[in-house]
């Protein structure tokens, strides 16, 4: 599903990441867990195309991504990488449901089939009674579930997720937990989770671990 084989990343003269190799099937929940400034982000960043590292490979469903072109790239990432960030980053001017759709306009889907797919992604999250609300009329909680929602309209094989609990109080963290496994046993989805709190990490299948920028796996 996701191999990740011998990664190096530096920002001028600091090494961030020194060999990374990591390996996660299908349907998998895992943690990246480290210290800030460990390079978590930049891994996370790396897996989901928006950064190339120095040196190595990330293969996802067998294509080396860091080989591809500009276009090529675009076309995969928007189709097989579902993202979801500790800000939500829902644009303010559409409601959910139009934050929802998104990526499905990206990429050319039927607005019939992808209205109705994005509702059935938010009364699956429990949020439908706000599909007409824009982001300020939401709850921190409401707008992370929002952005799940996104992140699955494409179907994508991974959703990569940046501290998606990091600006939630413990009960709505808890429920993000809950819901994200409860997508694992409906749609089969494979979840990288970066998070910095070992009791979240430990909630999940597998924790890398990221120390002096190389990894090592509980």
């Known amino acids: 599903m996701i191999k990740i084989e011998n990664i190096y990343k530096s920002y ?6 020194k060999g990374i190799n990591m390996q996660i099937a299908k349907s998998e929940i895992v943690s990246v867990l480290g210290a800030s400034g460990a390079g ?10 928006l950064l190339k590292p120095d040196k190595g490979s990330v293969f996802i469903n067998e294509t080396n991504v860091v080989g591809l ?12 990488i579902g993202f979801v960030f500790q ?16 990526p499905g306009f990206i990429a050319g889907t039927n607005k019939n089939e992808l ?7 938010l009364a699956a999250l429990k949020v439908e009674d706000r599909a007409e ?9 409401e707008k992370q579930r929002v952005a799940i929602a996104r992140a699955l309209i494409n179907n994508p094989s991974i959703i990569l997720a ?16 809950e819901i994200i496994f409860g997508l694992r046993e409906e749609f089969a989805q494979t979840f990288v989770i970066v998070t910095h ?11 890398f671990t990221i120390k002096d920028g190389v990894i090592s796996e509980d």
Request: hydrophobic content about 35%; overall charge neutral; proline content about 3%.
């Open 12 to 17: 001028d003269n600091l090494e961030v990441l």
């Open 40 to 49: 978590k982000t930049t891994l996370l960043q790396i897996i989901g195309t």
């Open 69 to 80: 072109k500009d276009k090529k790239l675009a076309n995969f990432r928007n189709q097989e």
């Open 87 to 102: 800000f939500h980053h829902l644009l303010p001017e559409f409601t959910a449901l139009e934050n929802v759709c998104i």
């Open 115 to 121: 209205i109705k797919k994005a509702k059935y992604l």
């Open 133 to 141: 609300h824009k982001p300020n009329e939401l709850s921190g909680g």
């Open 162 to 177: 940046d501290e998606p609990s990091g600006n939630l109080d413990s009960k709505n963290a808890k429920d993000l937990y």
């Open 197 to 207: 709190n070992i009791e979240h990490a430990k909630l999940t299948d597998k924790i």
